[in-house]
């Protein structure tokens, strides 16, 4: 698993109904710089920008800081999400307990619950 910086500015924006004009104002900072950051076509942010970034925010009503903006999203490795895929591939559908392709109904199931079959299984009793 590998880590990516994700900007956040756009949904953070929409979601205090701001626009990127009244940011770059109360940010003191040029509107293409704050347009860059809200496409993300961005490879670095410098310190300065963001904490102009966070007082504009702040000085428009929201409590903002510089975790709203930036966040690290996990991404998984390509040899990883390709092995998934050919998993699932195989077993049609998610192995999480979602229903598999093609299957409009879900399947009935009887018998006893799966805990009085495999109680070595069950964790610690709280």
């Known amino acids: 698993m590998n880590g990516q ?8 924006l929409k979601r ?8 770059a104002q109360a940010a003191r900072m040029r ?8 496409n993300a ?4 942010v410098e310190m300065s920008t963001l904490v102009d970034l966070v007082i504009g925010l702040r000085q428009l009503g929201v409590k ?6 930036l ?3 996990d991404v998984p490795d390509p040899a990883d999400q390709a092995a998934r895929d050919r998993a ?10 979602l229903k598999p392709a093609g299957l409009s109904e879900p399947v009935p199931v009887s018998g006893p619950p799966i805990e009085d079959l ?8 709280l």
Do not use: C
């Open 118 to 125: 495999l109680p070595e299984f069950l964790g610690p009793s």
């Open 41 to 44: 076509r961005v490879e670095r």
């Open 64 to 69: 903002a800081d510089v975790g709203d903006i």
């Open 88 to 97: 699932l591939k195989l077993l049609g559908g998610e192995p999480w307990g």
């Open 31 to 38: 509107p293409a710089t704050l347009n860059a950051l809200y």
């Open 16 to 23: 205090h109904n701001i626009t990127q004009k009244q940011l």
């Open 5 to 12: 910086m994700q900007i956040g500015l756009a949904s953070l």
């Open 71 to 73: 966040q690290v999203v």
